[in-house]
């Protein structure tokens, strides 16, 4: 579904993604792990337009989109739910739901997949009235993953769904984020929880300064002692 090639993207005079590859296939959820600035969000932002690349291609779906403007990657289904999630403080929830769809224009199924969002996030129907901006950051983080399924994503990129959250908080995500999985929704979901990350991912890569090091399984780089070492606190 995605395939990255010789992606490099700078920033001034830093190199911040050095020509990495990567590729996602249909219904993975993969994993991009790796220490602060490592380039993993920078990435997520090249991938869906917001920054241009020095070099490098991205081809999604077999279609180059490397060129292709910011806004038009939601009609062709690439999402992402940003680090920080980005919410409308001043509207409400549903109102901010609703803007997920703001591209599509069949009524009967966006009031459908609004009802499966509920479903997903109950704790968000309570709320349907209630300013955004009033909520808590596990609430928001409901309506930024929430708001990115009613645009119906192929490809669904998470940064950092757990930044800032309760513990009790984030397994509450996680289980979200491994049920929309299995629901068919491919994914790419870049996590500082680095042991989380992997046991939610089929596939996961460690990027390094720049650099993709190492890719693998999500079971072989959960049971590799240098990541145990360096990322899952072991």
């Known amino acids: 579904m995605l395939q990255v090639k010789n992606l490099k993207v700078a920033y001034g005079g830093i190199h911040a ?11 993975e959820l993969v994993a991009l792990i790796g220490a602060n600035g490592a380039g993993k969000t920078t990435t997520l932002k090249t991938l869906v337009g917001m920054v241009k690349p020095a070099e490098g291609d991205i081809l999604f779906n077999g279609q180059s989109i490397t060129r292709m403007p ?3 990657h939601v009609n062709h289904g690439l999402v992402m739910v940003p680090e920080g999630r980005g919410i409308f403080s001043r509207l409400t929830v ?3 739901l ?4 703001y591209v599509r224009n069949d009524k009967a199924a966006i009031k459908q997949d609004l009802e499966r969002v509920y479903e997903l996030f109950p704790r968000l129907k309570e709320r349907m009235k209630q300013l955004a901006g009033t909520l808590s950051g596990g609430e928001q983080q409901m309506v ?6 009613l645009s119906r ?3 669904l990129l998470l940064d950092e769904p757990s930044m800032g959250l309760a513990p009790i908080i984030v397994q509450k995500i996680f289980e979200i984020i491994r049920m929309i999985a299995a629901e068919g929704v491919t994914m790419l979901l870049v996590e500082q929880n680095a042991k989380l990350a992997l046991q939610t991912a ?8 720049g650099s993709i090091t190492l890719s693998d399984t999500a079971e072989n780089l959960l049971a590799n002692t240098k990541i145990q070492e360096a990322y899952l606190g072991e």
């Open 70 to 72: 910011a806004h038009e």
């Open 98 to 101: 609703l803007m997920g769809a």
């Open 144 to 149: 930024a993953i929430g708001r990115a399924l």
């Open 94 to 96: 549903e109102e901010n």
């Open 153 to 155: 994503p192929k490809l």
């Open 202 to 209: 089929n596939r996961g890569y460690v990027m390094e300064s």
């Open 17 to 27: 993604v050095k020509g990495i590859d990567l590729e996602i296939k249909q219904g």
